[in-house]
């Protein structure tokens, strides 16, 4: 009888050890997966703030493109219905170039917003890669 019972004590004491071992890988792994979480969530806030700047500069760019494509048009519109060197704005020809401008501005704009998009899903395939390899880059530096 004294055998079943020290036999039951080491039982016991080994699944309370394997139950502390359990807890423990459990807190590890939930540790890890919220660090990878963290970690995917600041990419995400760096990535969008990287978009957002990118995207303010390029519609900066975009719109000095629309005004010195409007001017170049309205200078050819001026020059087919005016005299040689001598360029008018009227009205009508203002609603004009703006329609014709517009047309061109938005699909530019489609066109680039197309290409910033498939960007983006490209990062999003791999976000994990890259941001364990800019995290790898951030502490060396």
Not at 40 to 67: E, F, G, L, P, Y
Not at 79 to 107: G, H, Q, W
């Amino acid at each position: 009888m004294l055998h079943y019972e020290e036999q039951a004590k080491a039982n016991a004491t080994f699944f309370k050890k394997m139950k502390d071992l359990k807890q423990t890988v459990e807190d590890s792994t939930k540790l890890g997966v919220d660090w990878i979480r963290r970690m995917v969530t600041i990419w995400r806030d760096r990535t969008k703030a990287n978009m957002d700047a990118c995207s303010a500069t390029m519609w900066t760019q975009w719109s000095q493109q629309a005004v010195e494509l409007q001017i170049l048009q309205a200078d050819a519109e001026n020059k087919k219905k005016a005299d040689v060197n001598l360029y008018k704005m009227d009205e009508a020809s203002i609603v004009t170039i703006r329609e014709e401008v517009s047309d061109d501005f938005f699909s530019l704009v489609e066109s680039h917003l197309e290409v910033i998009c498939k960007l983006v899903e490209r990062l999003d395939d791999n976000k994990l890669g890259t941001q364990l390899q800019f995290e790898r880059y951030e502490r060396e530096r």
